[in-house]
């Protein structure tokens, strides 16, 4: 299963250990990588799998896809001592918020460069830190170190103690769609097994047309 670097530490465990039933004779290796080599990596026959999030780039009838959940690309910081953010995007103020990005050449960074386009309104903020993984961006917004917009099932446990928080209101928000991808072509007899029981599993979706 060729993974992308934000799901493999935080969604990829999880998500195996809830096929463990179906997985028990079968052993699954991991590729970690970003989009464009993992689909080449697809295409080439090197996995069977890719698990990303949805992607345009990836609407092709060369895959099939399955719907796995939905989240949320939420913008966070550290709470102050009364549980409020550090830093607050839909706060009036002068002076520039630091900022925690991605790299503007994989998904997660022209997500968040789209909204920094055309914000919800203007706010001024200053990179400080770039990071491919977003729990490499989650543990420097944990520091105090600025805002960073990090995938819900990144923060969940952080969030519910309150040591993370929402720095901007739904309009800061994007919506996530985690998917598994594979090719047309027939697949091993391991790879077809597991493929019918999560397409029993999940919505699916035809891609193309």
């Known amino acids: 299963v060729a993974v992308s670097h934000t799901l493999s530490l935080s969604f990829f465990p999880e998500f195996i250990h809830s096929l463990q039933e179906e997985l028990k004779e079968t052993q699954t290796?991991?590729?970690v990588a970003n989009v464009d080599d993992?689909?080449?990596a697809l295409k080439n026959g090197i996995c069977d799998f890719l698990l990303a999030f949805?992607?345009?780039t990836l609407?092709?009838?060369e895959f099939r896809k399955l719907d796995l959940q939905t989240e949320s690309l939420l913008?966070?910081?550290r709470a102050d001592e009364e549980g409020r953010p550090l830093f607050d995007l839909d706060a009036s103020q002068e002076k520039k918020l630091p900022y925690l990005a991605y790299p503007k050449n994989i998904f997660l960074g022209r997500?968040?460069?789209r909204l920094l386009k055309r914000p919800p309104h203007p706010v001024k903020l200053r990179q400080t830190f770039e990071s491919p993984l977003a729990d490499s961006l989650r543990v420097m917004a944990m520091q105090g170190m600025g805002v960073a917009w990090v995938p819900t099932f990144a923060v969940r446990e952080e969030l519910r103690q309150g040591f993370l928080v929402t720095c901007g209101g739904p309009a800061w928000q994007l919506p996530l769609k985690v998917c598994l991808y594979r090719?047309?072509?027939t697949l091993s007899e391991e790879a077809e097994s597991l493929w019918q029981?999560?397409?029993s599993r999940y919505p699916s979706s035809e891609m193309g047309g």
Do not use: K, T, Y
């Open 29 to 31: 290796r991991q590729l």
């Open 38 to 40: 993992s689909v080449q």
């Open 54 to 56: 949805e992607d345009s």
């Open 59 to 61: 609407a092709s009838e």
């Open 75 to 77: 913008p966070i910081c």
């Open 111 to 113: 997500c968040v460069g």
């Open 183 to 185: 090719c047309n072509r």
């Open 197 to 199: 029981v999560l397409d």
